[in-house]
């Protein structure tokens, strides 16, 4: 069947099967490979894309279903001089990643989190990555990464790293 | 992870999806959101030959006042229904409840039609619209039936419809000014409900309690009755048959629902009417 | 210029990361791969049975079916060797299962088509048919040898730890120590129990994934793994080639956790399958199989402490049965690290350890976050906690009593072990501070006293933990290769196989420190046999404190060698060269100007130097875990509302990392206190073989974590760093636990199981209430 769907603002035509999932239309379709497939059930968010302007796990979504919509992938969120999107920043700077394969869906239902609720509390944050598993971070440092990139660079979690004392 | 192979079709109208699903019956199924169905078919627990896509049918996605009702298009996503002003003047429940289910990126895609027609006993919205007590309005090819949501609801994942209709409508009284609650016990947060008890002036219904969303008679009596929060909720599991899953066994599921009967009611905004203080 | 070490570098890895991804091993795309098939395996779906036959004439009819292989097939693979030497030869895995099937998803038969969509369809139409058997699915049962899963092998016992101990022994020539008769006899308070530390799934959010092709009978084998150099040895050895002509490469790997260490059937089934019809084959798996395959932990443990009623312990006595799951794996040899510590950071005079690995019809258990020492930690913590409330003390106060005191140099505990460096007391003094105890403990009473719905529980948990243990590789090395391009680039070749931990910055730190070239020109490469020959991988929490200190070892060595090469260049004395860190280069003391820079060395003559670190033995790590629950009493439903850690590592090289290490521990601790186990029904039927089943954790179920970071180094290597991924998970599972426990100790619960779901914690509070004739042995039930 033939999909015209605009990827990361560029139109495209294809022929694809029904049943192909959306994530790996984008992975190998449009070599768009950041987006992950981590489980079956829907549960873990590492495909995460938007889809007309939100959030979607493309795991769970044929790519028939998006013919005429317009999809976006992490890798169209950096400027085209390379100047990282603030979200990208801050998990850069809050170390919010470790093996990399939650990351690309993590920051793309953290752009979506913040589009609607650009002042989110901890707890908002929580709730709202609630569909992206992470096994490596424990979460801290991309909670932490969310709310400084909505409180604009400050870092709004409360972390002690008290040091106990500097070896001799 | 990957479905077994199938058809596809695009309905434009609901007449379409319509005779799509005459033409093909029992081999046919519409997918909406496609977050009931296809983790289904991903898991080949479900293998339609045919999927019927009613997700572009913008026109079914409304919550507006009708009368005395809200009258919810079938296709309304769950984040449609969360960000609704009309329903959280009208029906504060159904907003309530939507906001608990799944993840952000679930409530981009679910609609309230896909949720109830698939009927998971354990689901969010289902319980609600049990508790509110409206009408599931159908369409199919001889026309437009309306269920009542007590009867909409057959056994686990069945419903009252026919291969060859579909949900259109969701209809629930409006119920601004009268005391709701929700309370739902998961393991983790985004789990499904072990257990969730929905209330609305003065109906009660159970999620997870049997095969169907049940309503909680025995407690709606005693409530009618004069009873206090504490010796009604005491009774909500009264007539259910809950099983045991690998999360919980009956008995204590048994204990949830009166707990969580207790606190629903408890919590319930405005005044419940028949409640003793 | 002050050093770099020691300060929050952010990760040279992350741009990649963030912007096109990382390229796992199925994101591959390199030229010799095009055109591979998939590989799918048909899975077993009975826990044990006799294959009576396999259909696989539909299979092979079909044309979108390319090849379709069972046992019989791989006649040109030799027996398949035992995972580990020390297990029954009988026990050992085939590649495909031959007459007999011993777990829920033991891979049965492999077929190839060109579309891994394809795959699912295709593994459809190959039907076997079997003949039940009976099932096993407890070890303690499985031990007494009624039916028997190898009978070949006379027994389910996979491993005694007497009996690995009476062996070294003699092969030492030294003799094993009698235990004493009557341990327990002079002690005033015994307390006994079982305890039950539960299988649990690693589950990266990458599975196990591997490409393979041929070219000129040499294996190219891509391969998502921990240490390449490990894995090429075993796919030698289950593939029937030799080493040389294997070439491993490791991709970017997304996470591991302990269970992507050695070759699997399904990898060399990979290369088996590419040899035999001579194209390049893929695999992937699914989440559903790596929840059938990838388990750890699974400990039956037997407690018995005893002591004097003023706190002070005596003895103590940990029997374990581990589970070994269908064919022993390095999982059955891990209760050998538990005896190790069994008695943590205590001062017992008494420490007896038995254990034996029995096969059950479950999946094969392998190594989780930990392997082995956290099992250790929770048992000797829930002891402990257990005493305490036997003599009714305070649990931080009967720790206090008996910490092993302070100390700088090597020690021998009472198990034999010998810790390197260690300050217990002010690891429990500053968690104890740091969560304002006293405070918390107030906060308890006012709820107790109100009689709240919502109660407090605090827990503790005092551990010490084993690092670069060796296991991997059975020694405590690292090589390292660093070489200066005539561009001023550095490239470091390392042993480790990072997959999250950031070694690609660390090591680049180290060189830097020593060498004055920006962390940004230093490029880090592993995981790459032709590049990287030999190497111990990452696990155990060994790669700073051996990896690390080998780029360390090989960079100093290699400032040695441009310091002479610039004497003789810059003809004077080597004495009068240094190192000159903002030049990048070496300067001539008391000579402005006169100096050359490592680039400049590097333009005229090649400079490279490999080099070894050995270190004397593996490191302790040590802390104290303070956790603050709040228990509804009503619903038994617990929450972690504070989790508050102090953990030494010993020198910190880069504390953002090293913080980013300890979440991810702490968080696993979690969700091995409260929610997460893998389970089977009486017939071997998986429970939890998805995400949604599988109560993985989400950001909604653990806390901010507080860190306290002390620092006691080791003089095991000139980092004084000690090993901290796996820290976190063995301190904060006992401290949840207990704190759970605690919350509703006053209504009489002593002991509550892992996980301490709310379904078991509502059932210990109505039993403590009421109690009936159930055993106080803990419960099986969810």
Redesign the interface.
């Known amino acids: 069947?033939k999909v015209r769907v605009t990827v990361n603002g560029r139109e495209r035509v294809d022929d694809v099967?029904?049943?192909l999932?959306l994530v790996h239309y984008l992975r190998e379709l449009c070599g768009l490979r950041a987006a992950n497939?981590g489980c079956?059930?829907?549960s873990c968010?590492a495909c995460?894309v938007h889809v007309d302007g939100?959030?979607?796990?493309s795991?769970?979504?044929?790519a028939?279903?998006a013919?005429?919509s317009s999809v976006e992938t992490v890798e169209s969120l950096a400027g085209a001089d390379g100047a990282l999107h603030p979200v990208q920043r801050a998990f850069h700077e809050h170390h919010a990643l470790q093996c990399g394969f939650c990351t690309p869906g993590m920051v793309m239902?953290a752009v979506?989190?913040l589009r609607e609720n650009p002042r989110p509390s901890e707890a908002e944050v929580r709730?709202?990555i609630?569909?992206?598993i992470c096994r490596c971070t424990g979460y801290h440092n991309i909670v932490a990464a969310i709310l400084a990139a909505a409180r604009g660079g400050e870092r709004a979690l409360p972390v002690q790293s008290a040091d106990e004392g500097r070896p001799a | 992870?990957?479905?077994?192979?199938?058809?596809?079709r695009?309905a434009e109208t609901v007449e379409e999806a319509l005779a799509a699903l005459s033409e093909h019956g029992d081999e046919a199924k519409l997918?909406a959101g496609?977050?009931s169905l296809?983790?289904m078919m991903?898991?080949?627990l479900a293998f339609p030959s045919v999927?019927v896509?009613v997700?572009?049918l913008s026109a079914l996605s409304y919550q507006r006042v009708e009368g005395d009702e809200v009258a919810i298009g079938a296709l309304s996503r769950h984040?449609d229904l969360v960000s609704s002003t009309v329903l959280a003047r009208e029906v504060p429940l159904l907003p309530h409840v939507a906001a608990h289910i799944?993840?952000?990126?679930?409530r981009?895609?679910g609609t309230i039609g896909g949720s109830l027609a698939h009927a998971d006993p354990a689901a969010d919205l289902p319980v609600a619209v049990r508790a509110l007590g409206g009408t599931v309005v159908v369409q199919g090819p001889a026309g437009e039936r309306r269920l009542d949501v007590a009867d909409f609801f057959v056994d686990y994942f069945e419903t009252a419809l026919a291969p060859d209709e579909m949900v259109v409508e969701v209809r629930v009284p409006r119920c601004g000014g009268d005391g709701w609650g929700y309370q739902r016990?998961s393991?983790?947060?985004?789990?499904w409900a072990i257990v969730a008890v929905a209330t609305v002036g003065g109906r009660v219904a159970l999620a997870n309690m049997g095969r169907v969303p049940v309503r909680a008679g025995a407690t709606e009596r005693a409530l009618a009755a004069g009873a206090t929060v504490g010796e009604a909720a005491a009774l909500a599991d009264r007539d259910t048959e809950p099983t045991a899953d690998?999360?919980?066994?009956p008995d204590?599921r048994r204990?949830?629902a009166r707990?969580l009967t207790r606190r629903a009611l408890e919590s319930a905004h405005g005044r419940v009417p028949g409640a003793a203080r | 210029m002050a050093s770099i070490l020691g300060t929050r570098v952010r990760r040279v890895e992350d741009g990649a990361f963030l912007t096109r991804g990382a390229l796992y091993t199925e994101d591959v795309r390199d030229g010799r791969l095009a055109g591979a098939l998939h590989l799918t395996l048909v899975r077993s779906p009975h826990a044990h049975a006799r294959i009576v036959s396999i259909d696989t004439s539909p299979a092979r009819e079909s044309s979108r079916v390319l090849a379709v292989f069972t046992a019989g097939d791989l006649d040109d693979v030799p027996p398949q060797p035992p995972s580990l030497p020390m297990f029954p030869p009988s026990m050992a895995q085939p590649l495909l299962a031959t007459g007999v099937v011993r777990y829920v998803g033991e891979p049965v038969a492999a077929v190839l088509t060109a579309d891994?969509?394809l795959?699912?369809?295709a593994a459809e139409l190959v039907s076997v048919d079997y003949d039940p058997l009976p099932v096993l699915t407890d070890p303690v049962a499985a031990a007494a040898d009624e039916i028997l899963l190898f009978p070949e092998a006379g027994t389910n016992t996979a491993f005694d730890l007497a009996v690995m101990a009476a062996a070294a022994a003699e092969a030492a020539g030294v003799e094993l120590p009698s235990a004493p008769p009557d341990p327990f006899g002079g002690c005033e308070v015994v307390v006994r129990h079982v305890l039950r530390n539960q299988r649990i799934a690693p589950a990266p959010l990458e599975g196990r994934a591997a490409a393979a092709v041929w070219e000129g009978g040499r294996l190219l084998l891509w391969c998502s793994n921990q240490g390449a150099q490990a894995v090429r040895q075993t796919v030698s050895a289950m593939i029937g080639v030799p080493p040389e002509d294997i070439r491993m490469i490791t991709p970017d790997v997304g996470g591991a956790f302990g269970g992507k260490f050695f070759a699997e059937p399904e990898h060399v089934v990979c290369a088996w399958a590419a040899r035999r019809v001579g194209r390049p084959v893929r695999w992937t798996e699914?989440?559903?199989e790596n929840l059938l395959s990838m388990h750890g932990r699974g400990q039956v443990q037997t407690i018995t402490i005893g002591g004097r009623s003023d706190g002070t312990l005596e003895a103590y006595h940990l029997d374990v049965v581990q589970d070994a799951g269908a064919y022993p794996r390095i999982g059955s040899m891990l209760p050998a690290l538990t005896a190790m510590m069994a008695s943590g950071v205590y001062a017992i005079p008494t420490v007896l350890t038995t254990a034996r690995s029995v096969v059950t019809n479950t999946g094969p258990m392998g190594a989780f976050r930990g392997a082995g020492r956290p099992e250790a930690t929770a048992a000797i913590e829930r002891a402990v906690d257990l005493f305490a409330a036997a003599i009714a003390m305070d649990p931080a106060e009967v720790r206090r009593v008996n910490l092993l005191p302070a100390f700088d140099a090597p020690v021998t505990v009472p198990t034999g072990t010998v810790y390197d460096t260690g300050d217990y007391p002010k690891a429990l003094e500053a968690v104890l501070t740091a969560a304002d105890y006293p405070g918390l403990r107030a906060e308890q009473a006012r709820r107790r006293a109100r009689g709240d719905v919502r109660q407090l529980g605090i827990g503790l948990s005092c551990y010490v933990e084993i690092t670069g243990a060796g296991m991997e590789a059975g020694v405590f090395r690292e090589n390292s290769t660093v070489e200066v391009h005539g561009d001023g680039s550095v490239t470091v070749l390392t042993g480790t196989s990072p997959h999250g931990q950031g070694h690609a910055t660390s090591f680049a730190m180290i060189v830097s420190d020593r060498m004055g070239i920006p962390v940004d020109k230093i490029t880090l490469r592993w995981g790459d046999t032709d590049l990287v020959p030999e190497g111990a991988g990452t696990g155990g929490s060994r790669s700073l404190q051996q990896g690390g200190a080998a780029v360390q070892k090989t960079t100093d060595e290699l400032v040695e060698l441009a310091r002479e090469r610039a004497a003789r260049l810059l003809e004077v004395d080597v004495a009068d060269v240094e190192v000159d860190l903002e030049a990048a280069g070496l300067r001539v003391k008391g000579v402005p100007g006169a100096g050359v820079t490592f680039a400049q060395l590097a333009a005229r003559e090649e400079l490279k130097v490999r080099s070894e670190f050995s270190a004397p033995g593996p490191t302790f790590p040590f802390g104290a875990h303070l956790a603050v629950v709040e228990v509804d009493t009503?619903?038994g439903?617990a929450e972690v509302v504070r989790l508050v850690a102090v953990d030494d590592a010993g020198t910190v090289l880069n504390p953002l990392i090293l913080e980013g290490q300890i979440h991810g521990g702490l968080a696993a601790g979690i969700a091995q206190a409260l929610?997460e186990e893998i389970?089977f029904d009486t017939e071997g039927n998986p429970?939890?073989a998805?995400f949604?089943?599988y109560?993985i954790?989400?950001a909604?179920?653990v806390p901010a974590f507080e860190l306290v970071t002390m620092q006691t180094p080791t003089p095991y290597n000139p980092l004084g760093a000690k090993g901290v991924g796996e820290a976190g998970t063995t301190g904060a599972t006992p401290a949840v636990q207990n704190a759970v426990v605690d919350a509703v100790a006053h209504l009489g619960v002593r002991h509550i199981d892992l996980p301490t779901?709310?379904?078991r914690v509502?059932?210990a509070i109505r039993e403590a209430a009421e109690p009936s004739d159930a055993a106080a042995g803990g419960s099986a039930?969810?």
């Open positions: 069947m099967e029904p049943r999932l497939v079956d059930t829907t968010g995460t939100e959030a979607v796990k795991c769970t979504i044929l028939v279903q013919d005429g239902a979506d989190l709730t709202g609630v569909g992206n | 992870m990957i479905p077994a192979a199938f058809d596809y695009r997918v496609g977050h296809l983790p991903k898991l080949r999927l896509d997700g572009r984040s799944g993840d952000r990126q679930i981009h895609r016990f393991r983790r947060a985004h789990d690998g999360h919980a066994e204590y204990h949830l707990l | 891994p969509y795959g699912e369809d699914t989440r559903s009503e619903s439903g929610y389970r429970l939890t998805t949604a089943d109560a954790v989400a909604t179920e779901t709310s379904q509502w059932r039930r969810p």
